[in-house]
């Protein structure tokens, strides 16, 4: 199917929490040659990290007026409130944006939104060019969805009662349902076998032909990813999910908190304190920002489970406020005073 050359195409970049979609975007962002782009990012939480990631780019054909961020709760819940302002908002830039690139949070699910582009207020302005869902090669080939729920994953094998999956479970299922295309991330840690496993793994959640691309680093042909227009929206009925005889859904399976600590004298303690933590406490992911004592450059902080990513990504700037502020994301009930005093030991 052709777009219409008035519309602009945008790309949904689901998946689940750690699995890469920032980084991918990001790269995108870098690769697209000739293309003014936008960006929407939906944050699980009130701090917006992946955003404040992007902005630091730097990128001339994506300045930071270009990207805006939605946190006020997952952009399938809120997709009423918050999708078409942001789009108003978009279109409304000059010079006029080529494509659009959409970024929802871990837990999202993607079909709500998408039926939101046949919504009258945005069908005649902008078109599904593609649903991308980016998947954890590492965790795959471990034989999980995402590389923090070993013990959950372990108890619902154990357990010959349960007969349904978890809701990480059906959040991938739903994810991959509407993809046109999964990207398999880190397989820079892979060998052959572990490659072929973490493939597999996603082929059998697969309810129709899709294929597989293989990336790390985020590394990717951009044409691979762009440009494939599909007009999405005009087939996502018939991609059934978990969620389709639902009139309404939550995410109350999961929470998160922001926590804000002082300068950290160490950047490898820091990171050895939050793999411990999420090893001893169940914490899914944790994002943020760092001040690093005597150090002039911002600590940035990734953590799925309990590997931990951290670098220097940028100068602090002139009047810019120094403050180690973090994201934790868990399933509901997660102790968060300990989680606390464990992070700020």
């Known amino acids: ?13 689901t998946g689940f929490l750690g699995a890469g979609k920032t980084t991918l975007i990001r790269h995108l962002m870098e690769k697209l040659p000739g293309k003014r782009v936008a960006i929407i990012v ?11 990631v992007l902005k630091g780019c ?55 939104l998408v039926q939101a582009f046949n919504w009258p207020a945005v069908k ?5 060019d593609a649903v991308v869902a980016v998947v954890d090669g590492v965790a795959l080939a471990e034989g999980r969805v995402a590389s923090d729920h070993d013990a959950l994953e372990a108890q619902r094998q ?39 496993r973490a493939k597999s793994r996603v082929a ?22 762009v440009g494939l227009e599909l007009a999405v929206e005009d087939d996502i009925e018939s991609r059934r999910t978990h969620h389709d005889d639902e009139l309404d859904h939550d995410h109350d399976d ?4 922001v926590l804000d600590l002082p300068a950290v004298a160490d950047a490898e303690d820091l990171a050895k304190r939050i793999a411990e933590t999420a090893e001893a406490k169940g914490v899914l992911r944790v994002k943020g920002f760092v001040n690093v004592a005597n150090k002039p450059m911002r600590l940035q902080v990734q953590a799925v489970g309990s590997r931990v990513n951290h670098y220097f990504d940028r100068v602090w700037a002139p009047g810019e406020t120094r403050q180690t502020r973090l994201v934790v994301i868990g399933e509901r009930g997660i102790d968060r005073s300990a989680i606390e005093r464990m992070l700020a030991a």
Do not use: W, Y
């Open 42 to 52: 939906n944050e699980f939480g009130d701090v917006g990290i992946d955003g404040e």
């Open 204 to 225: 059998a959640h697969l309810p129709r032909a899709v294929k597989i691309v293989a990336s790390a680093h985020g590394s990717i042909d951009p044409g691979v990813l």
């Open 158 to 196: 154990a357990d010959g009662s349960i007969d349904h999956d978890d809701p990480v479970e059906e959040v991938f299922d739903d994810q991959i349902a509407c993809a046109d295309l999964i990207v398999l991330t880190k397989t820079d840690l892979l060998d052959l076998g572990a490659l072929t």
């Open 58 to 112: 730097a990128i001339e054909s994506c300045p930071d007026e270009n990207i805006i961020e939605l946190a006020n709760g997952c952009i399938c819940c809120t997709v009423a409130d918050d999708f078409v302002p942001a789009i108003n908002q978009i279109l409304s830039l000059r010079p006029r944006v080529d494509h659009i690139l959409i970024e929802t949070s871990g837990l999202a699910l993607p079909k709500p």
């Open 254 to 257: 999961f929470e998160s908190f």
């Open 1 to 13: 199917m052709t777009i219409d050359v008035d519309r602009v195409p945008c790309t949904v970049v």
């Open 124 to 128: 005649a302005r902008v078109t599904v």
